[in-house]
């Protein structure tokens, strides 16, 4: 029986990696059809500052648009691409896409937005990256101040490679590095002092427990460290306006979340960024016009 059982097992082992292989392969040849065919589209989330409830930035998400599965989640090709090595070409598409659309809206006059953009470990790692991220900013002229470039810690810490250095060297350009899903890796308060980072995202899983007595501990002492250290702070996966408020009450500096908005694609982001103004700021521009 045991010999039987163990035989099956054997056979779905092999069976699983088999579909793995396949799903692998066909994972890479559709990402290489979708690099092709331009069927990346980047969306964008705004950061809004709690202060001022104006929006200061965006962060820019990336979106498959699959022409028989529909729009493919990240969480769902950003491994693959990682692990076959694509996300380096991709990694370039989303910054030149991210960087153009940037000082496209400030000069549309849509606004002057910081533009938030995820990093790979291995884009970091590509021998081109300083030079490609250099001359994309010289060619754009995009103010290095409105540009951020997220990272989590495992890529931070990663120093086989020389990250760190890199990433000094890019930030001495007047560029901002984040340290995104703040909390959910090896994160120790410490790494905060030793990191070249200007930004804290404090990672959705916190403010989900916001409104126990741990979960808002957490959340302040985070924020009271990242102030102590000049770090601004971004509040992540903000869903209700109970978050908003309690953020706003200890002073937290931004946040991101349904709340503010869905990602939207660039489209969509200009129309509801009008509204949104209209909505919050619309008194202003009048009595700005009547004075
Ligand atoms: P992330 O960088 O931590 O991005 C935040 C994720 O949380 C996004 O998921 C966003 O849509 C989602 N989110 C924002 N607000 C809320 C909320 O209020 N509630 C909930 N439930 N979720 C919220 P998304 O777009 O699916 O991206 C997932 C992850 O994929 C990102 O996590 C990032 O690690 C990666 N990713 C996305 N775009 C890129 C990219 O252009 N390059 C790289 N390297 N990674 C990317
Ligand atoms: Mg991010
Ligand atoms: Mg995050
Ligand atoms: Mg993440």
Redesign the pocket.
């Known amino acids: 029986d045991a010999k039987k059982s163990g035989k099956n097992q054997y056979k779905y082992f092999t069976q699983s990696l088999q579909d793995q292989v396949n799903y692998e392969m066909s994972m890479e040849a559709d990402l290489r059809q979708a690099l092709q065919t331009d069927a990346f589209e980047?969306?964008y989330?705004p950061q809004i500052e709690l202060r001022t409830q104006k929006v200061v930035g965006v962060?820019?998400?990336?979106?498959w648009n699959h022409p028989t599965k529909g729009t493919i989640?990240?969480?769902e090709f950003?491994p693959a691409?990682?692990k076959n090595g694509l996300?380096v070409k991709?990694?370039y598409w989303?910054l030149e896409t991210?960087i153009r659309q940037q000082t496209a809206w400030l000069k549309a006059n849509v606004g002057s937005l910081k533009m938030s953009?995820?990093?790979?470990a291995h884009?970091l790692n590509d021998p081109q990256f300083e030079k490609f991220f250099l001359n994309l900013m010289k060619e754009t002229e995009a103010a290095p101040q409105n540009i951020e470039l997220?990272m989590?810690e495992s890529v931070l810490l990663e120093d086989s490679n020389d990250n760190l250095s890199l990433i000094k060297k890019l930030r001495a350009t007047g560029i901002r590095i984040a340290l995104?899903?703040f909390g959910t890796g090896y994160s120790s308060l410490s790494y905060l002092k030793r990191l070249p980072i200007n930004t804290l995202?404090i990672?959705?899983s916190f403010m989900d427990d916001y409104d126990t007595n741990t979960g808002a501990i957490f959340i302040e002492t985070m924020v009271n460290i990242a102030k102590t250290l000049n770090i601004k702070v971004v509040a992540?996966?903000?869903?209700t306006l109970h978050q908003v408020n309690y953020l706003a009450a200890i002073h937290c500096q931004k946040y991101?979340?349904?709340?503010?908005s869905?990602?939207l694609n660039a489209q969509a982001f200009e129309i509801w960024l009008q509204e949104y103004n209209q909505k919050h700021f619309a008194m202003d521009s009048q009595s700005q016009t009547s004075a």
């Open positions: 980047l969306y989330q962060e820019a998400l990336i979106r989640s990240p969480l950003i691409a990682e996300i991709l990694g989303i991210a953009i995820n990093l790979s884009q997220e989590t995104d899903d995202k990672d959705k992540e996966g903000i869903e991101q979340g349904y709340y503010g869905r990602p």
